[in-house]
């Protein structure tokens, strides 16, 4: 379960109000992924230089601005933005060795161009890089980031364990989907509004935050790889379920599907006429609609919690960007 549509389907001028801040991410960023190996820059480089508007980013520089954070540490928020965008792109790359994905936004993947060993040392890089840029931090945020690192790998594993089970239930699917994809978003929520000098509560609040975009995030992207088209979401339709990935859609019909459950059990995802059949059960508008209904109620989540915020110009663009991720076809 990747997040690879991410750079199709990222948010539309909700990050103009941070363009300097984002401009600043990616001048970052270019730094940062320069090595003294050149197959490890170029791999880097190709990962990330232009891809997408950075959701993370555009994300943790909203919340900083709109807790009050002032210029005077901006730069520190910008590496933090830098850092967790090097960790998210770090899993990107491992994420592609463990699913042998050919492609990534519409292109050939990194592990499909340069291979499984050199693909696995430039994830290594990013996340050195990353800890490298956010280690003089204070000890809590540095915490902060280490422990969404841990969840990541363990959500990663246990996404692993669930592979090919027709029996994973929504609480399983919820608890790989916090630790591989919220955890991020929630610590980026977290560390944003601590740099910015607010209260415990508020930080805790926007963790909170970042959780239920992250959560809807990724519940819109398994709607989209089983409906697509390709050259929108970036990937081969179904990847996910070619990976025997337990996906929203995936976990919400095989619970009253035995045909889906068998056809899993088969191995049908591998076959023709078996794969295409698995998508038409999947395509079913009860199992969209109530898909859309549980990431609608994330999104509800976040428009609540966003009220403890003072009104902004940066609330404002957070709400277009929580209600952005709601809106994304599927």
């Known amino acids: ?15 103009t109000i941070v363009s300097a801040e984002l401009e600043a991410v990616e001048a970052t960023l270019a730094r940062l992924l320069d090595s003294n190996e050149s197959q490890i820059a170029e791999i880097c480089h190709y990962l990330i230089d232009g891809s997408g508007k950075r959701l993370r980013p555009t994300f943790i520089m909203l919340v900083y601005r709109a807790c009050g954070g002032t210029d005077d540490r901006v730069v520190d928020a910008v590496d933090a933005a830098t850092a967790l965008e090097l960790i998210h792109s770090a899993t990107l790359l491992h994420d592609d060795i463990i699913d042998a994905g050919e492609l990534r936004r519409g292109r050939p993947s990194a592990f499909a161009r340069y291979g499984f060993a050199p693909s696995l040392v430039a994830g290594d890089y990013l996340f050195c890089r990353a800890f490298e840029l956010c280690g003089r931090f204070e000890e809590s945020l540095v915490l902060t980031a280490a422990r969404a690192c ?14 090919h089970n027709a029996a994973v239930g929504l609480d399983e699917y919820l608890a790989v989907i916090t630790r591989k994809t919220a955890s991020l978003f929630a610590a980026g929520g977290r560390v944003a509004a ?64 035995p045909e889906l459950r068998a056809l899993m059990s088969n191995g049908a995802a591998h076959d023709g006429a078996g794969f295409d059949r698995m998508l038409a059960i999947l395509r079913a508008p009860e199992i969209i609609a109530h898909g859309r209904k549980l990431a609608a109620e994330q999104i509800s989540r976040a428009r609540d919690i966003i009220t403890a915020l003072a009104p902004s110009a940066y609330r404002d663009s957070l709400v277009a960007l929580i209600d952005d991720q709601v809106g994304r076809e599927a």
Do not use: C, W, Y
């Open 194 to 257: 601590q740099l910015a000098g607010a209260p415990p509560e508020v930080a805790d609040a926007m963790a909170r935050l970042g959780n239920a975009i992250g959560l809807s995030f990724q519940m819109i992207d398994d709607l989209l790889d089983i409906l697509g088209p390709e050259k929108k979401i970036g990937k081969p339709v179904g990847s996910d379920l070619r990976a025997g990935i337990p996906s929203l859609p995936v976990v919400l019909a095989a619970k009253n599907s």
């Open 150 to 163: 841990i969840q990541l790998t363990e959500g990663e594993a246990m996404e692993g364990r669930l592979r």
């Open 1 to 15: 379960m990747d997040t690879s549509a991410a750079a199709v389907n990222s948010p539309t001028g909700v990050e």
